[in-house]
C-alpha cells in the first residue's frame, strides 16, 4: 500500500490515479510497436471479452444463475 496514512477508502478511491496514466501510456507503447496488430485477427474474441466486463463488472463474482455455483 502506498499510501500508509491514509484510510482504507480514500486510498482505494486514489488507486485509479495511479493505475490509470499506467494504463494508458502502455497502451500508447503497445501500439506504436504493433503489439495491437493481432487483435484485427481476433476482433470478435475482444468484442466478447469487452462485453463481458461490461455487462458482468470489473471484479463482481458470478452470477447466481450459473449452475453449481451455490451462494
Known sequence: MLLY???IM???SLSPVVS???MLI???RCRRD???????ANLRFA???VA???LCGVGS???RVLPGRRR
Open 5 to 7: 496514512s491514509v484510510d
Open 26 to 28: 502502455a497502451f500508447a
Open 47 to 49: 468484442a466478447v471479452i
Open 61 to 63: 463474482s458470478p452470477p
Open 20 to 22: 490509470l496514466p499506467t
Open 10 to 12: 480514500t486510498a482505494g
Open 52 to 54: 463481458d466486463r461490461l
Open 34 to 40: 504493433g503489439s495491437f496488430a493481432g487483435l484485427g
